[in-house]
């Protein structure tokens, strides 16, 4: 990629507000799993790229569980067509879903917050232990995990480009795991990441559709990598990667996770450890579960250093 003309052409149209940015050229992304044994060769890839893709890292059995989960509730909300079984998730016609709003969002989203294995999912063995490798050392998941449920025909709402780390702050060195929740064809859009973007750190925002509200501008020319992704898969980037989700052209629901993780030792905003959205409060969340269950609360033992919001 031409970092220095990225850089410039960013710098020319800072306050332009945008969707997503076309693709004209893309490539796939390389299947880092056989270097989980090879950790130096593992580091140097990632810091290269800014991205890491794995497949079949996590069972696939949780990660359906998960997705059952979702879909009931999605049911119940009247989001799905009801003609059609819930585990295809295809949408009712006419079902909007927009993020942080009043009313139907907020019930079904409060919903799913409340889900236990959503957020036992962060935590999957997998996943942590790829992080490991990668950290060199012991890991933080965040607490506030995030679940996507992208309608088709919605593509407005479609997530811009942008760089994780103006929303999470803390450390400049977390990692976002996103993973669809199911196969997710070509077809149903995914995300896409471009390449070496994180070593230009902290870009300027615009305001911007979609999830999150802000983004950055890039130049359409640009290779992208993306690709359809398995049920298992997930991709791991740096929090100044610049990564834009695309529309989806079929009729059902894309769901997808992002979860977020650091070293232990490096600060964390507080914000980063409180449920999505600030709407509600871990006590809230956790009414339901089990009193001993070791997914709540499970950061209160260690000692985290706590970075102000700024």
């Known amino acids: 990629m031409e970092i220095a003309r990225y850089r410039n052409y960013f710098c020319k149209n800072q306050t332009t507000t945008m969707a997503i940015t076309s693709f004209s050229r893309t490539m796939t992304f390389p299947d880092s799993t056989p270097l989980l044994s090879e950790p130096e060769q593992l580091r140097a890839r990632a810091w290269e790229e800014g991205y890491l893709c794995f497949r079949q890292l996590v069972a696939p059995d949780k990660i359906l569980n998960v997705r059952r989960q979702v879909l009931a509730v999605a049911e119940r909300f009247d989001l799905l067509h009801p003609d059609h079984p819930a585990e295809a998730a295809i949408t009712r016609p006419g079902a909007r879903l927009q993020e942080g709003s009043e009313g139907l969002w907020e019930a079904y989203y409060g919903e799913i917050l409340r889900m236990r294995d959503f957020h036992a999912l962060a935590l999957d063995a997998s996943i942590v232990r790829m992080l490991e490798i990668l950290f060199d050392g012991p890991v933080l998941p965040h607490a506030r995990n995030i679940l996507r449920f992208m309608i088709p025909g919605n ?14 702050g803390g450390t400049t060195n977390f990692w976002t795991v996103w993973m669809p929740l199911g196969d997710c064809p070509d077809e149903q859009g995914g995300l896409a990441v471009l390449p070496q973007s994180h070593k230009r750190g902290v870009l300027p925002t615009v305001k911007a559709q979609g999830a999150g509200g802000a983004g950055v501008v890039v130049p359409d020319d640009l290779e992208w990598a993306t690709g359809a992704m398995q049920t298992g898969d997930l991709l791991v980037f740096h929090s100044h990667n610049v990564h834009q989700g695309r529309d989806n052209f079929t009729e059902r629901a894309r769901i997808s996770t992002d979860f977020r993780y650091q070293p232990l030792n490096e600060s964390v905003r507080a914000d980063s450890m409180q ?4 709407r509600w409060t871990w006590d809230e969340l956790y009414e339901d579960w089990d009193a001993g269950d070791p997914v709540k609360y499970y950061w209160k033992p260690w000692k985290l250093k706590i970075a102000s919001k700024s």
């Open 155 to 168: 593509n407005t709402h479609t997530t811009p480009p942008h760089q994780d780390y103006i929303h999470i």
């Open 275 to 278: 449920p999505h959205w600030g």
